[in-house]
């Protein structure tokens, strides 16, 4: 979600910022040749590209897309922002030749994060806008950047940095170097831009607000900032848009951000460690449209005046605290254009009054996942007709509900009721473009359904999840449509596949586990397959590991625990897995010596089998590995030694393993005396006694000798382990959310 808003806002802002129009200016023709050599020096993929490619002498030049002149000819604006740029911006660019140039957008480019930003930009002096932001650009933020004294826009965030590791960075100059000189700023965004000075990340606000005393709007998210904040930056009382995302504010009074910046439009505090219950101030923010407080930990309930004059209010998100109570009836009223509303993973609770969503036509997204509402839920939910998205899962809603209701949604793209008390009848439910439902995400899950609804026939979902039911017999051969991207059928009564069917290669994750499906595992994967996560945990399947598997070239997690599966391990499956869960089978033969260098996995359980040979040499390479299981087999060899030091779960019980633990470790806290007796007396290990003394987990990275004779280490030790099983549990919501995101994009791209 939050990538999309930031998007969002940066939309807006640029489309503020960067207006771009041509005038009936006759473009002056050196102008032209240094646009058409700009053109010819730019790398830009021309299938994607709907400016640069339309550039052509026959035109005049002013009227080129993305170009804006002034009364004499000279170019004054060049907004290439999306044009699937990828190189070509050098120092010595045509581009920095543009005298006059006054705003230039490069955002959402593609260089790839090899570039940095050219210091040929300090040769655009009238720059007053400029706007480099998501375009791949890394490395050092140049110093020329602060010698342009007439800017007022400032924007080199990027919102994707953490995915792909690589930052811009303020070292020389630092922050206060590259504001200094810059006091007619308006706007500066620097979201995921890596300040390095920890001084500066601590006094970041008296730097921004007594260099910047005019500042409109101010996004630092990602940044990795702390308070106090200064006297000073309490004085930027013009600010409209506030954006602090991920700083550490636990030092911060809540009340204050609602005292001093009443002329807020855009206020995100994302994960910002806030504490205590929401203040009466923030009826302050009268021009508040959008604010975003989810992950702190607020407490306390929702005063039913809480909005009461904040009639602009569009986003709402609260989601990720403490907030208890219930929701008064009239939390929403007079916000007619409230289209996002976000309370999920807090501890309300009670019914929902029956006239809360009364009058919120615009009202496009509802997620109340993970609260603890009771009750019925209000009919007035039904008659919301802009609403795309709905999550009531994981409440306490009861009876009987009539899923044919949402036929009076008819642009209601995601529906979520998992997880409640309810008896989701979908008798008379009909899909038909007349009045019927258009869904492209159903999760049905913990609903008491008894089959398979035949409305879902034909729907073309992308997510369709009805797990924890009691959904007998065949998976029919319909089901998987052709967008389909996943499929979660977990904890039925499932016991084959109907065929003929075909997994479509759009399919992403596949989750089959604990129900009763037998005999072979016989899976048509396309060639051009998606698959990413493939479960079939606790079947009865049996036969051999299919090769086919090897088709998912971007599977990240297999697992086919608790089955009968036989055989030996296809060694084309260790090529590009993160996760493999063989464990509890029937499987034979040596663990294939096949892991490629840059190998990239995390996860391997393989106990309960009757595999044998050695520990394969080439694990060395899994510099990821946290866990690993090979409990109860036959292996035999010697100690591991070379497995990662990334490893923090090691079983290796009930096997054959011999020899002693030499790898060379030294503990941080010297032993006392007489644990050095017992290391000498003890060199080689009864791995039947470590195994059972630890409750048949061996810790490995700081391995064995330290969890034996270092007693400081335990406590880490033990309270690692619970981090892995918390990230265990964890697993299932974030492959829900990735799955949720994924397909919201696709639905975008085919818009």
């Not at 705003?103 to 790839?112: G, H, P, S, T, V």
């Not at 694990?619 to 990821?624: A, N």
């Not at 060899?637 to 019980?653: A, E, G, I, R, W």
């Not at 549990?729 to 949720?740: E, F, G, M, W």
Request: one cysteine or more; aromatic letters at 10%; proline letters at 4%.
């Amino acid at each position: 979600m939050l990538p999309n808003l930031f998007f969002f806002i940066c939309v807006l802002t640029s489309s503020f910022i960067f207006t771009t129009h041509s005038y009936n200016n006759k473009c002056l023709l050196h102008q032209e040749i240094l646009l058409l050599q700009l053109r010819d020096e730019l790398i830009f993929d021309s299938s994607l590209s709907t400016k640069l490619v339309r550039w052509n002498e026959s035109d005049e030049c002013c009227k080129w897309r993305g170009v804006e002149c002034d009364a004499s000819g000279y170019v004054l604006s060049l907004q290439l922002d999306d044009e699937a740029i990828s190189g070509g911006v050098g120092d010595s660019s045509s581009l920095f030749r543009f005298e006059y140039l006054q705003k230039l957008n490069l955002a959402y480019n593609d260089f790839d994060y090899t570039d940095h930003i050219p210091k040929g930009i300090g040769n655009l002096t009238y720059l007053t806008h400029l706007n480099l932001s998501n375009a791949g650009f890394v490395g050092q933020v140049p110093a020329e950047i602060s010698s342009l004294k007439r800017l007022v826009s400032l924007d080199i965030s990027d919102y994707n940095c953490w995915t792909h590791g690589e930052f811009l960075s303020l070292e020389y100059p630092n922050l206060e170097m590259l504001v200094r000189n810059l006091t007619g700023l308006r706007v500066l965004y620097l979201d995921c831009v890596n300040i390095t000075s920890f001084h500066e990340r601590e006094k970041w606000s008296h730097i921004v607000s007594s260099h910047l005393p005019n500042l409109t709007a101010l996004s630092l998210n990602r940044c990795s900032l702390s308070g106090p904040l200064a006297r000073s930056f309490w004085k930027l009382h013009s600010l409209s848009i506030l954006r602090l995302d991920d700083a550490n504010l636990s030092t911060v009074a809540v009340p204050d951000f609602f005292i001093n910046f009443s002329s807020l439009n855009v206020l995100s505090l994302y994960n910002c460690s806030l504490k205590g219950s929401i203040p009466s101030t923030f009826a302050n923010l009268t021009k508040l449209i959008h604010v975003d407080l989810s992950y702190n930990d607020l407490t306390g309930s929702f005063p039913p005046t809480l909005f009461a004059n904040l009639t602009k209010l569009s986003h709402v998100d609260f989601s990720f605290n403490d907030m208890t109570g219930s929701l008064p009836s009239t939390l929403f009223a007079n916000l007619t254009k409230l289209s996002h509303v976000a309370l999920s993973y807090n501890s309300l609770t009670g019914s929902l009054p029956s006239t809360l969503f009364e009058g919120l036509s615009n009202l496009v997204n509802l997620d109340l996942y993970k609260n603890s509402f009771l009750g019925n839920i209000p009919q007035s939910l039904f008659a919301l007709p802009s609403l795309l998205e709905l999550d009531l899962s994981y409440n306490q809603f009861n009876d009987t509900f009539q899923l044919d209701n949402f036929r009076s949604l008819p642009n209601l793209t995601l529906l979520d009721l998992s997880g409640n008390s309810l008896s989701v009848d979908v008798g008379n439910v009909n899909s038909s473009s007349n009045g019927g439902l258009q869904l492209k995400q159903l999760y049905l899950a913990s609903c008491n359904l008894s089959h398979f609804p035949d409305f879902i026939k034909d729907l073309d979902l992308y997510i369709l999840d009805l797990s924890a039911n009691s959904i007998a017999g065949e998976i029919p051969s319909w089901i998987w449509g052709t967008q389909l991207m996943a499929l979660e059928l977990s904890f039925n009564l499932l016991t084959d596949f109907q065929k003929p069917y075909h997994i479509p290669a759009s399919l992403e994750d596949l989750l089959l586990d604990s129900n009763q499906l037998r005999g072979e595992l016989q899976l048509p994967i396309p060639l051009e397959s998606e698959l990413i996560y493939l479960s079939f945990v606790n079947n009865s399947l049996s036969g051999s590991i299919p090769t086919s598997l090897c088709n998912a070239t971007h599977l990240d997690y297999l697992t086919l625990s608790g089955n009968k599966l036989s055989g030996s391990i296809p060694p084309c499956l260790l090529e590009n897995i993160k996760g493999l869960g063989l464990n509890q089978n029937n499987i034979n033969g040596s663990i294939p010596d096949h892991f490629p260098s840059g190998c990239r996995l995390e996860m391997l359980l393989l106990n309960n089998n009757t595999m044998e040979g050695k520990i394969p040499k080439s694990l060395e390479h899994c510099k990821w590995l946290t866990t690993m299981d090979v409990g109860n087999n036959n292996i035999n060899d010697t100690f591991p030694c070379m497995l990662s030091s990334s490893l923090s779960v090691l079983v290796l019980h009930s096997n054959r393993f011999h020899g002693e633990v030499a790898c060379n470790m030294n503990c941080h806290t010297e032993p006392s005396p007489r644990e050095h007796e017992d290391v000498e007396e003890k060199t080689e290990i009864e791995w039947e006694y470590v195994s059972a003394a630890l409750g048949y987990v061996v810790g490995f990275g700081s391995i064995v000798w330290l969890l034996l004779f270092c007693r400081s280490f335990r406590h880490k030790y033990f309270g690692k382990i619970d981090e892995i099983i918390e990230e265990v549990l964890d697993r299932r919501d974030r492959r829900r959310r990735r799955a949720r995101m994924a397909a919201r994009n696709r639905a975008r791209r085919q818009q």
